[in-house]
């Protein structure tokens, strides 16, 4: 494959100032990759090393300096081709992104299961146990919310030895790469277009993902209900936001819905809120009817209580949240694990057959209350996971870490069970990618992980969204234990159907 060059849609991972109020459109940054990419793939010569000779004599592109804004732009990680994913899984995950929907939204209204549930965990789990004080002070004031949006990704993996598609985790808070993970499908589109003959493959076979625009869809007809026309969306973003680009794409509401998106940290939004008697949460001024969090969900996005302050400001106010501090709740592994549990699907879906297209993408997920299950784990760690409750990567316990830490709980007496839940590992197919980073071309065996995109909105009785709303595809190295592309192990992919 030899093109004379390549030109990669890039939305830049950037440091930047993230609470500008959003002014411009979010952009995308074209830029021309490395002269002459013409690669050894034509000949398969073996890459040293990943790097194609031609770019040893590149000089760095662009400044990677990141301190002038707009200069030392980075594309963000991607596959250089889409990777193959039979069509029968394809359709397997879309279908059940609505049924998912509407279970994260009634196990949501049950509060008693939510805090049972977690109650174990709230005694040895600071940070879980913060967010279920700010849930049960919603219970006790019996505060409700009427308007809910909930912008979700279900992640699956393919597991090669059993050939099923098994969930990872539901995401409720934060999913990103909407806005990229697009862009990046359409890169690969636009490649085999041009290329499809040589490599024999056909660009339709890229299933066209229109996550960026349904997630702008459902948060505007959300602003729609809240029905204030003065009023703002606010994103509360992390004060060191790299991935801001994939987050404007998501805010892009101004031209299309003609409303005004503001940018602040939590730490702002204590600072510049407050809830009027009505209700209302003003922030510097201005009336918010949504806030869609792309932060709070992990311990360092609340440094001091000034940020806990905010989380519970935004809460105790009629802004619809998405999430709100029980859909964030919903979406915890401790919560996956018990949904998991015989019968208890039952006590939130009636659909017989909606529970079991839902059961058939569960894989083993057990408490660490099982002795059964701790004596496989600790003889056999590599076929387990081992998952505290938290979100945005590089948490996970695996290998002989699984042993090790399961046998410090034995002795410390096991309080600490609690924190953690067990899952089957689930093995995907690996296979031989090319990744490129910072306009490099690595070729690795990889896997890969399969988002679902899925947008809930409802007004009391109203459920006026309930659909799949796009995908992500991300593919790591098959050596990398954990994923994630904000967490620096995965690269943006997309899929051909095959
Ligand atoms: N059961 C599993 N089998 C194999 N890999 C897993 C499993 N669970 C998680 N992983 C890997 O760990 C990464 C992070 O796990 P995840 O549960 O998604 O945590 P987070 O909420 O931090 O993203 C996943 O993207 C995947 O690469
Ligand atoms: N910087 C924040 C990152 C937010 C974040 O990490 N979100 C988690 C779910 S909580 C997630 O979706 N992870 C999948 C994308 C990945 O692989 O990194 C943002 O972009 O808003
Ligand atoms: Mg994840």
Known sequence: LSYSSSTIIATAFSVSSPSSS????????????????????????????????????????????????????????????????????????????????????????????????LSRTKKVDIFTSRLLDIHSKMLESNKTEDIRLGLHRSDYMLDEETKSLLQIEMNTISSSFSGLGRLVGELHQSLLRSYGDHLGLDSERVPKNSSTIQFADAMAKAWLEYNNPRAVVLVVVQP??????????????????????????????????????????????????????????????????????????????????????AYHLTGTKKIQQELAKPGVLERFLDNEEDIAKLRKCFAGLWSLDDPEIIKKAIEKPELFVMKPQREGGGNNIYGDDVRENLLRLQKDGEEENAAYILMQRIFPKVSNMFLV??????????????????????????????????????????SSNEGGVAAGFAVLDSIYLN
Request: hydrophobic share 35%; glycine share 6%.
């Open 22 to 117: 959003l002014k411009l459109n979010p952009r995308s940054f074209l830029f021309q990759g490395p002269r002459n990419l013409s690669t050894q793939l034509r000949n398969q010569a073996p890459l040293r090393c990943g790097r194609s000779l031609e770019m040893e004599s590149q000089k760095p592109m662009f400044d990677k300096s990141g301190k002038v804004p707009g200069v030392g732009m980075m594309h963000a990680p991607i596959a250089l081709l889409p990777t193959p994913f039979p069509e029968v899984y394809w359709k397997q995950a879309c279908e059940v992104a609505p049924i998912f929907n509407e279970l994260v939204d009634r196990v949501s209204l049950d509060g008693k299961f939510i805090q049972d549930s």
């Open 240 to 325: 060191e936001e790299r991935n801001m680009y994939d987050q404007h794409w998501q805010s892009s509401l101004r031209n299309t819905h003609n409303i005004v998106t503001i940018r602040k940290t939590l730490a702002e939004v204590e600072n510049e809120g407050r809830v009027q008697e009505d209700g209302t949460l003003i922030v510097g001024g201005q009336a918010v009817a949504v806030v869609y969090f792309r932060s709070g969900y992990s311990p360092t996005d609340y440094p001091s209580e000034s940020e806990w302050n905010a989380r519970l400001l935004i809460e105790q106010s009629s802004a619809v949240k998405c999430p709100s501090i």
């Open 437 to 478: 980073r910072e306009g490099v071309y690595h070729k690795d065996q990889a896997i890969s992980e399969l988002g679902i995109y899925g947008a809930y909105l409802r007004n009391k009785e109203r459920v006026i969204i309930n659909e799949q709303s796009g995908y992500l595809m991300r593919t790591k190295v098959s």
